[in-house]
């Protein structure tokens, strides 16, 4: 009972200080497509063609170019492979996940009136991942700085009666109590201090100031990070052809996010007069959330061989919540033995809901129709990064945060292009896309290039896809956001098979 009042108060009187970064505005703001095989085939380059269902994505419009109503089901392998570089150490990785990622079905109503402007109405619901969050890395290396930054940055100017445990009290009472009454900065603090890892000037409760007992020098570094989780996006679209050439289409859509991180740094010194010589120390993080976005889109066809399409996608507002969990471990030698000093509180942090205003987008998409032989699509997108909002605005650290995403964070061009040759029953496919970099500094978060091929065969009404898509980027992941700011450099392929059974009926 207990424990369940802790967490209660924490609700109410935690603060969201340091639950979100950057990362989050960029990992939420991200619509990475794992649609169709057709779409993924031709790196999703569909803005004017439509007559797919994760077409629909980019331009609601293209529901209104199916002749018949028609379903898909999609299936994806992905084998995500990270090399790290830390400090000149390097290390490699690979995570591998198989996923249910698209599923829909398009119901056409034909107007039979000859005299009406309305020769079709369509309505359709798909169901699609627009981001998958598995993956994982490995770093190792040795440092010249230690995690006791991470704990005296936020211990300096706290009092040591705010940040310590009573005589006779548990690590999980006053892990939990102080998390309650004064927030998450003296919930870090309290375990720098009850590792033995700070040392304060003075042991009064009045106390402000610490020191580190981990001597400078080198340290050798093992860090682990795990990553799962889905963007899943539910949509419901409306769409209407007009006279024989134009195509007018709505979607509404539900955002559904399920996002947990595990890190693990292990740390080791053999500096002389350290009292600290091994750290573990573990942070868990689940993140749920729910929103509503809207699209609308356009498409002309100019005539029997060239289409232009036009599409605005709203932001995703965001209601969103967080649950952290953390664990540390230091082992310390005093006269020469080792004593290991275990902080396990097992208490769940319940932050307070918040909210995330995700950019707008806007797409303007080119086709070339060589009839019965194939075709050639080109889409080109802009999305403004530093129009990521934290809510609510009167807070002070997402006023900060949102500042913060603003200077940083800046718009990103996508360049999609894909092409079709048919043969008979067969269908060859292939694309290729490029993604600026959503940072202005884009030596610290590099543009994404990924190329793509795909075969299709016809069996009537019936059809069966294949794509292979392979994407690179360079990036640096932050260790801590505070105190331990050092990064780890990623080099990031990302290899995608992907299957699609459809039908016509």
Do not use: C
């Amino acid at each position: 009972m207990k424990k369940t009042f802790i967490l209660a108060i924490g609700l109410l009187a935690m603060t969201t200080v340091n639950a979100q970064d950057i990362t989050d505005a960029v990992r939420y703001s991200d619509d990475n497509i794992q649609g169709t095989a057709r779409f993924k085939a031709m790196s999703g380059a569909f803005g004017a063609l439509g007559g797919d269902l994760s077409a629909v994505s980019i331009n609601p419009a293209g529901s209104a170019l199916f002749n018949n109503s028609y379903a898909s089901l999609s299936i994806s392998y992905q084998d995500n492979k990270s090399n790290t570089n830390y400090f000149g150490s390097k290390s490699s990785n690979n995570e591998i996940n198989f996923d249910l990622n698209q599923a829909g079905g398009v119901f056409v109503f034909k107007n039979t009136r000859s005299d009406s402007q309305v020769r079709k109405f369509v309505l359709s619901i798909n169901y699609e991942q627009t981001n998958n969050f598995n993956n994982e890395f490995f770093a190792s290396g040795m440092n010249n700085s230690s995690i006791d930054n991470y704990f005296l940055q936020y211990a300096q100017g706290l009092r040591l009666d705010e940040i310590s445990a009573f005589d006779g009290e548990s690590y999980t009472d006053a892990y939990g109590d102080i998390g309650a009454i004064y927030g998450y900065n003296n919930q870090q603090a309290f375990l720098g201090y009850e590792s033995y890892i700070l040392e304060p000037d003075t042991y009064d409760d009045d106390n402000t100031g610490y020191s580190s007992n981990i001597s400078p020098g080198t340290f050798h570094h093992e860090y682990s990070h795990y990553t799962t989780g889905n963007n899943n996006k539910l949509s419901f679209n409306a769409a209407m052809k007009f006279n024989e050439n134009f195509y007018l289409g709505l979607n509404l859509n539900s955002h559904f996010i399920d996002y947990n991180r595990t890190t693990y740094l292990f740390e080791s010194n053999t500096n002389p007069g350290s009292l600290i010589n091994e750290v573990g120390f573990e942070n868990n993080l689940s993140t749920y959330g729910n929103g509503f976005s809207f699209q609308l889109g356009g498409i002309v066809k100019l005539n029997e061989i060239l289409r232009i399409g036009a599409s605005y996608d709203s932001p995703v507002w965001y209601n969103m919540n967080d649950e952290t969990t953390q664990y540390l471990a230091a082992v310390r030698n005093e006269s020469g033995d080792n004593i290991s000093q275990v902080i396990d509180p097992r208490v769940v942090n319940v932050f307070a809901d918040y909210k995330i205003q995700t950019p707008d987008k806007i797409t303007g998409s080119l086709a070339f129709i060589i009839g019965q032989k194939g075709l050639i699509s080109f889409d080109y997108s802009r999305k403004d990064y530093g129009k990521t909002k934290f809510k609510p605005s009167d807070d002070s650290y997402f006023r900060t945060l949102n500042n913060d995403i603003n200077n940083i964070l800046t718009a990103s061009n996508t360049y999609r292009l894909g092409g079709e040759l048919r043969h008979n029953q067969l269908s060859f496919r292939g694309g290729y896309r490029l993604e600026q970099s959503p940072y202005k500094n884009s030596n610290f978060y590099g543009d994404l290039k990924g190329f793509s091929l795909g075969l299709g065969y016809s069996f009537g009404n019936t059809k069966l896809d294949f794509a292979y898509e392979n994407s690179k980027r360079d990036y640096n992941q932050q260790l801590y956001q505070v105190g331990l700011t050092d990064s780890v450099g990623i080099n990031s392929k990302n290899d995608i098979i992907t299957m699609t059974l459809s039908t016509s009926f």
